[in-house]
Nanobody
């Protein structure tokens, strides 16, 4: 069993930055692909970024390309999401998740989920 805990969310002005962290406990996540998802109020959950077990392969939603960077530190069992140039449309609850698949793009491909951290971007 893997427990995922996100942190780093908060309130930021448009144009600002935040770094989210997702720390795993219970088992190492070094062999898992990891993903960040977000869900805004009244909207469906969407994939933001994924990273494979080694960190050598990453994928991003078009809406965040060039602004967000996903990375991982397997020694710390932690995945990060660096978010720059934040916009009000980035406001959502952000979740990290773990998958045994390569480049998983759908929520059903993930087996472990965190509780989420809220990101609010003011205009």
């Amino acid at each position: 069993q893997v427990q995922l805990v996100e942190s780093g969310g908060g309130l930021v002005q448009a144009g600002g930055s935040l770094r989210l962290s997702c720390t795993a406990s219970g088992r190492t996540c070094s062999s898992y692909s990891m993903g960040w998802f977000r869900q805004a109020s009244g909207k469906e959950r969407e994939l933001v970024a994924t990273i494979n077990w080694s960190g050598g392969t990453t994928d991003y939603a078009d809406s965040v390309k060039g602004r967000f960077t996903i990375s991982r530190d397997n020694a710390k069992n932690t995945v990060y999401l660096q978010m720059n140039s934040l916009q009000p449309e980035d406001t959502a609850k952000y979740y990290c998740a773990a998958s045994l698949r390569f480049r998983p793009t759908h929520g059903y491909e993930y087996v472990y989920w965190g509780q989420g951290t809220q990101v609010t971007v003011s205009s």
